[in-house]
């Protein structure tokens, strides 16, 4: 994989992190914190639909960490990053490029 893949491949997942953090802000005013939401998949494939489902406290401990994403399970790319955590309804991974 070159370098330019890779960075490519990391921005998709940096627009995906958009996406959640909107839904995040949206869905905090009305939802309890052990509730699960259903958040996008933060992978880079920008052809990914899937969710993984966090509650408000997993979510928020997630973000704490920049360069930290969550993703279903199989759709890491460990030349692009590497899986600091397992859930059993996600991991999380964590970037080796910036973006
Ligand atoms: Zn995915």
Redesign the pocket.
Known sequence: MDSTTAERLVANEYRFREVNERLEADVREIADPEERIAFV???S?TS?R?TVSLNLDEYGALRAVEGHFA??TG?EILEIERVVQRADRYIVVEKLLGA
Do not use: G, Q
Request: with cysteine.
């Open positions: 998949c933060e992978c494939a990914c899937e993703i279903v759709h």
